[in-house]
């Protein structure tokens, strides 16, 4: 019940990547069958997966520029301010809303991360997912 998402994009020696994963999913719950599209992923017949406390969660951050000057950043802190890897706790679920991993059944694996952990959907550079449930 893994999921990464990587972006990677580099320039002439530059490069600017993010990473989220979550791995050692702990259930809390599970729904549908669903229908589901994001900007990113879809899926016709998939299963929301409600995570529990205890499952690990990663965010990394990094950029290079080689200047002049010379920059790098680094960063492994979510977007609600906590340093990452670290594992899902009470405040993320009373708090923070949800967190589902969306798992395709049709390819038999994870396609997203629904949640405020998201940097893509926390920061709306992507769309909230539609998400309708098959009868």
């Known amino acids: 019940m893994d999921w990464e998402r990587e972006y ?5 020696g530059n490069y600017n990547q ?12 599970i729904a549908g069958p669903v229908s589901y599209q994001s900007d ?5 017949n998939a299963i929301l997966v ?4 205890e499952t690990l969660f990663m965010h ?7 200047g002049p000057p010379t920059q ?19 405040d993320d679920l009373i708090n923070w809303g949800d967190h589902i991993i969306v798992f ?3 390819k038999g694996r994870s396609i997203d991360f629904f949640s405020a952990l998201n940097f893509y959907y926390a920061s709306g550079v992507e769309s909230i997912p539609t998400i309708e449930f098959l009868n």
């Open 8 to 12: 990677y994009f580099s320039w002439d």
């Open 18 to 29: 993010r990473t989220h994963s979550v791995s050692d999913a702990k259930v809390k719950s």
């Open 40 to 44: 990113y992923a879809s899926s016709d």
């Open 50 to 53: 409600y995570l529990d406390k």
């Open 60 to 66: 990394h951050v990094s950029s290079f520029r080689s």
């Open 72 to 90: 790098y950043e680094d960063s492994f802190v979510d977007t609600i301010g906590k340093t990452t890897p670290r594992r899902l706790d009470d």
């Open 104 to 106: 395709d059944v049709n």
